[in-house]
């Protein structure tokens, strides 16, 4: 048996040794490979269905503009949960934590007079507070992060409406910001660009880094793509959840104060649109829904295709409720595309072998 | 290559470990020793706390009672990253490597090179591809020749290779492999077996845990039994044949017993042999 074994061995070294196979430059299964290469295509396709069916003025900066802002407050909470979906959690209480931030921003400094970017880091520290509690109870309690983080948005938003009421007796509240706080933050740049656009962008610069080139990125994509076996190779997985969970409530938070700052004035209501939005978006843009798969390109893409279908369907003088119908069918083939993907991209190697075996 | 004097202290001893979940006893009053370039064989049937025994060996699980020495030392290991430290390295039955992501990236998981200063340090993805090929290479595997390829994507025994070959990289001196060969074919099995020779010859101890004889009579030199969560023997290579070990595994029954058992089932069935899992 043995004898047998090593001359086969020996015979596979001599076909590697006559055919090397350098990779080439362009090769299918490497951009099979990549988990944003069925967000891509979705994001052309919508792109150009809408500029066909929308006309010229879908494709003109106020057309532009419409999606893209539409698509940078969407953005800037769908990174961190697609950050939290590869690490195999999900995030529902971004919503209630949007309109809490905002409410605080406006109520500390609309209300009580106070300055605004006190107003400002009140908003964005309730945030951090409220994502820290979430991924503490996570971690610790083994409760899946589906019930505490829907259990957390149903808390908040109770608390946020009690406290607006007591604290002014009303559920929405105003303010009106200065300057620079109003340009950093609420304007609109060229009358039409929200500013959140750019702080969209530098948040992909962040999580594109942290995700694809850091080494925190290994540790994510580890922890959710086995739990146990990360521990075991000692990563630190409680204050990874932890983080990423503030992370996304940072991210809504954000979000929630600059509509503070942009609309001069909060609602408590506001926000809840967010929950299963940027959901859809994260899988839309190739993230697998278990966890341990994904690509901070392909988010951005979920939520670009997410943000052209919502606002291309005004340009095409249809039915608005069709752009639901259209994401929701969108989303069916992202989680069935996703699915294939995978296993392309599993049973892709150079010498096509067929795989699929291993794992008891 | 240091060959032991007996009187030196082994690599690890264990000494009457016992373990419980909950009111279930899972080991009583269980002993080892593993030595430098020596194979240990743990065998056992399913379920005979052979995976607690070696969770416990690598801090996943802390015994109720017993002693753990590393090299003459007590020591207590309360995680996986304690037992790391002092050289023991374990590949899990299950798992221990990440399906979807790439060769070069799983290898260092929770170890990741770096290059460039703080705070824009990145991932060195060329190093890691590079360090995991070359340590698949040297252990045989030499069809893995890109590193950003899905872990996902290799063969059983390429996996084992991957795992292995890790730990050999990060310096480990003692090895513990749970079932290994499990879920392989016969080709592969050789190759992780070979693999196993490999380490061995390294100097490095190895624990190897395994339901089949053949495979455990192929690498190892020491073979420990155990049944029921007791040690129900304990020899070195030649002192027993293959017969006895088999007897043994079976809990002690004859394997006349067995056979007359496995013939009344095929009897029973119409000549189907029963399914083996
Ligand atoms: N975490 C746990 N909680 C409760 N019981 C456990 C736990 N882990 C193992 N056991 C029990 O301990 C016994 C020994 O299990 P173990 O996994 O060590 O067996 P094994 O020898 O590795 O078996 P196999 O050959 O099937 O892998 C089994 O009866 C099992 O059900
Ligand atoms: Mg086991």
Redesign the pocket.
Known sequence: MTSQDERGARGRDGAIAVKPSAPPRFDVGGLIRRPETGALIGTVGVLVFFSIVGGRTFLSSAGVSSWLNVAAELGIIALPVGLLMIAGELDLSVGSVLAASSMTTSIVSGNWGMPVFVGILSGLALGLLVGAANGLVVTRTRVPSFVVTLATNFSVAGITLALAIALTGSTSSSLSAGEPAKTLLGSLIGGQFEVAVIWWALAVAVVGWLLHVSKYGNWIFAIGGDLESARTMGIPINGVKIALYMSSALGAALVGVIQAILYNGAQVAAGQAFVFNSIIAVVIGGVLLTGGYGSVVGIVMGTLTFAIVNQGIYFSGWDANLASLILGLMLLAAVLMNNTFRRMALSYSPKSKPVEQGRR | MTTETPTSPPLLRLTDISMS??S?Q?LTDVSLEVRRGEVLCLL??????????I?IMSGVYQPKSGKIEVEGRPVTFTSPRDSARYGLATVH?FGGTFPLMTIGRSFFVGAEPEKGFWPLKRFDRKFANEVAVREMRQLGITRVTDGDRLVGGLSGGERQALAIGRAVYFGASILVL??PTAALGVKEAAHVLRIVMAARKKGIAVVF?T?QVTHALTVGDHFAV?IR?AKAADFRKGEKSREEITDLMAGGEAMAELEAELDAYENAHEGHAPQIA
Do not use: M
């Open positions: 979940f909950g279930t899972v056992g049937d399913n379920g005979a706390g052979k995976s607690t025994l969770k039955q749970d079932e845990i339901h155990l969560g």
